[in-house]
């Protein structure tokens, strides 16, 4: 019986045994090295509560607390996720890891020692969350943040778990296309604006957190800046270039020219074109870049000295009759526009006193001379500039219009007509040689008389000028009629007018002149009413041509013949018919 008894102990007491070194081995724990050999009684033991310490967290850590259990105990951990072993989660201390946020973590803890019996205790569930990731110092400080500076992000704080970052840049709180880099280049369109930047920081099992700087409102930068240099002639007519270089892309470039250091007044072009104004003085320009987002920068070019400018000698030629007493005009083309002309005429070559015009009245002097002008170019800022003209030989007026024929010589009694086809001339002059009276008359085409003299010769020679009116420019023949009492030998001699005798200061009776006064106005007293009076003036046009003047004899209130005469400064034929003394006086 005995051994029987003893037989059923030992059997139960190796069952309990296998039995906690299986729960032990279901929990992971290693195998007893050494397990008795001998049975032992087993007893219960006795054990503590469960509690958890820590922050069920990523990043941090949380542990069991086992309480008082029989002295002697060991203990084997197995922690849980979900109610599923968590793989060599098996001290007392666990780690939460990303797998585990959201979920609920348990330990489950087995008490035993050789001889008690073993006990199993499960922890209450905390549910694992996100970690916190550590914070990042980020910031633009206070300096001035300027246009075109290139920011740098220094990444600062602590990166324990190879947190990934992400840099955003702001413009005024909104992100700016493609500024995702720890180095920006603040663009103009940062100009005034509020720039900041944002870290992102992001790990798996932590939250991810976003860190912001400061904003600092962007001032304008500094342009890089630029030079210019000039082109160009510097004298007046000339057009001076600026040449602008080095100036960052994009920059708007403005000009402003300076002459002698003062703004000349709408000058603000790339070109100047210089002007009478500036021959002398010193021009410079002034280029100004406006850059959106930068402060405004300048630069001055060089100065250079205006020298005068040149002229192109234009042409002057003389036009009008080549004769005394013709109006001759200077007759100019291409010069310089806005040029003052001045005129010099000269005669043979040397300057004709008081002849400063454009047009120049010649008159008998100039008959026989070669009359040319010379012009002068006078144009503010330039050099002047001169011509002459070809000269021009000057005929005599007198000897164009009433020329020196030749003689007619007769011998006879009775009358003889002698017919002249052109212009008659001023005066005829007759010689007689014999005994008999002589009777001239002069006459027109139309048959009028116009003057006659009556003289007798005995035995002696006679020679008288007999004065003849000179022609009508609308008659072409004229006739002169000696008529001869006796056998008397006579000539016809056809004087020039350039041989008449000047206009005297008075006269009597009957005579023809030259006159080539100031230009003033004459007049003639004829003496008193019954006298028979007439006076009649040939001038030179301003072509060269014969203008006839028939003056009407007009009275003065003491009875006298008085009549105007227009001296031209050219030549002229002055014929006074009087039977009484007459007188030249100013009027």
């Known amino acids: 019986m005995k051994s029987q008894e003893g037989t059923s102990i030992s059997t139960r007491r190796r069952a309990a045994l296998v039995a906690a070194l299986a729960a032990i081995i279901a929990l992971g724990a290693p195998a007893l090295a050494a397990a008795p050999a001998t049975a032992v009684a087993v007893r219960p033991i006795s054990w503590g509560a469960l509690s958890l310490h820590g922050i069920a967290q990523v990043g941090s850590s949380i542990s069991v607390s086992h309480g008082t259990w029989t002295p002697g105990t060991r203990f084997v951990y197995q922690w849980l996720r979900g109610g599923k072993k968590i793989a060599g989660a098996t001290g007392s201390r666990y780690r939460p890891v990303a797998t585990d946020v959201g979920k609920t973590l348990r330990v489950k803890v087995v008490g035993w020692q050789l001889g008690y019996h073993t006990h199993t205790l499960t922890s209450r569930g905390v549910v694992a969350t996100a970690g916190v990731l550590p914070t990042i110092k980020v910031g633009l400080g206070s300096a001035p943040i300027l246009?075109?500076?290139?920011?740098?992000?220094?990444?600062?704080?602590?990166?324990?778990?190879?947190?990934?970052?992400?840099?955003?840049?702001?413009?005024?709180?909104?992100?700016?296309?493609?500024?995702?880099?720890?180095?920006?280049?603040?663009?103009?369109?940062d100009y005034a604006r509020a720039l900041s930047y944002t870290v992102t920081?992001?790990?798996?099992?932590?939250?991810?957190?976003?860190?912001?700087?400061?904003?600092?409102?962007?001032?304008?930068?500094?342009?890089?800046?630029?030079?210019?240099?000039?082109?160009?002639?510097?004298?007046?007519?000339?057009?001076?270039?600026?040449?602008?270089?080095?100036?960052?892309?994009?920059?708007?470039?403005g000009y402003q020219w300076y002459r002698d250091g003062e703004a000349v007044l709408g000058a603000t072009g790339a070109g100047y074109g210089l002007t009478a104004a500036d021959s002398g003085h010193r021009v410079l320009v002034?280029?100004?870049?406006?850059?959106?987002?930068?402060?405004?920068?300048?630069?001055a070019s060089d100065e250079v000295v205006v020298r005068p400018g040149t002229q192109t000698p234009g042409t002057v030629s003389v036009s009008g009759a080549a004769v005394s007493g013709a109006m001759l005009s200077a007759a100019t083309a291409g010069w310089a526009p806005g040029?003052?002309?001045?005129?010099?005429?000269?005669?043979?070559?040397?300057?004709?006193?008081?002849?400063?015009?454009?047009?120049?009245?010649?008159?008998?002097?100039?008959?026989?001379?070669?009359?040319?002008?010379?012009?002068?170019?006078?144009?503010?800022?330039?050099?002047?500039?001169?011509?002459?003209?070809?000269?021009?030989?000057?005929?005599?007026?007198?000897?164009?219009?009433?020329?020196?024929?030749?003689?007619?010589?007769?011998?006879?009694?009775?009358?003889?007509?002698?017919?002249?086809?052109?212009?008659?001339?001023?005066?005829?002059?007759?010689?007689?040689?014999?005994?008999?009276?002589?009777?001239?008359?002069?006459?027109?085409?139309?048959?009028?008389?116009?003057?006659?003299?009556?003289?007798f010769s005995t035995d002696h020679a006679i020679t008288a000028t007999i004065p003849v009116f000179p022609h009508d420019?609308?008659?072409?023949?004229?006739?002169?009629?000696?008529?001869?009492?006796?056998?008397?030998?006579?000539?016809l001699h056809f004087a020039p007018m350039s041989s008449l005798p000047l206009l005297p200061a008075s006269g009597t009776g009957i005579g023809t002149y030259r006159y080539?006064?100031?230009?003033?106005?004459?007049?003639?007293?004829?003496?008193?009413?019954?006298?028979?009076?007439?006076?009649?003036?040939?001038?030179?046009?301003?072509?060269?041509?014969?203008?006839?003047?028939?003056?009407?004899?007009?009275?003065?209130?003491?009875?006298?013949?008085?009549?105007v005469v227009s001296a031209y400064a050219g030549p002229s034929l002055i014929t006074v018919t009087s039977s009484a003394a007459w007188t030249m006086i100013a009027r």
Do not use: C, M
């Open 147 to 189: 246009v075109g500076e290139t920011l740098k992000i220094g990444r600062t704080g602590t990166f324990l778990h190879g947190e990934k970052t992400a840099v955003q840049w702001y413009r005024a709180g909104a992100a700016i296309t493609r500024a995702t880099g720890l180095r920006y280049t603040v663009a103009p369109a």
């Open 473 to 491: 420019p609308a008659l072409q023949t004229a006739k002169i009629v000696v008529d001869a009492s006796a056998e008397v030998t006579w000539t």
């Open 201 to 253: 920081a992001s790990l798996s099992g932590y939250a991810t957190r976003v860190f912001r700087s400061n904003r600092i409102i962007v001032s304008a930068g500094s342009q890089t800046r630029g030079g210019v240099s000039l082109s160009g002639e510097p004298a007046v007519g000339s057009t001076l270039t600026a040449v602008p270089g080095g100036w960052p892309a994009g920059a708007v470039l």
């Open 339 to 455: 040029a003052t002309l001045a005129y010099q005429w000269l005669r043979d070559g040397s300057p004709i006193p008081g002849a400063t015009g454009p047009q120049f009245p010649s008159s008998s002097t100039d008959a026989g001379t070669a009359v040319s002008v010379a012009v002068t170019s006078v144009l503010a800022g330039h050099a002047d500039a001169a011509a002459t003209s070809a000269a021009v030989a000057v005929g005599d007026w007198y000897a164009a219009n009433f020329p020196e024929f030749t003689e007619v010589n007769f011998t006879s009694v009775g009358s003889v007509t002698a017919s002249y086809t052109r212009p008659l001339p001023a005066a005829l002059t007759i010689t007689a040689t014999g005994n008999g009276s002589i009777h001239v008359t002069s006459k027109t085409s139309t048959d009028v008389t116009t003057g006659d003299l009556d003289f």
């Open 286 to 299: 002034v280029v100004t870049s406006a850059l959106a987002g930068y402060r405004g920068a300048l630069a």
């Open 516 to 563: 080539e006064g100031p230009g003033s106005f004459l007049a003639t007293n004829a003496g008193s009413l019954s006298q028979a009076f007439r006076i009649e003036q040939y001038h030179a046009a301003a072509d060269g041509t014969v203008v006839r003047d028939q003056l009407a004899a007009s009275t003065e209130t003491d009875g006298s013949f008085v009549d």
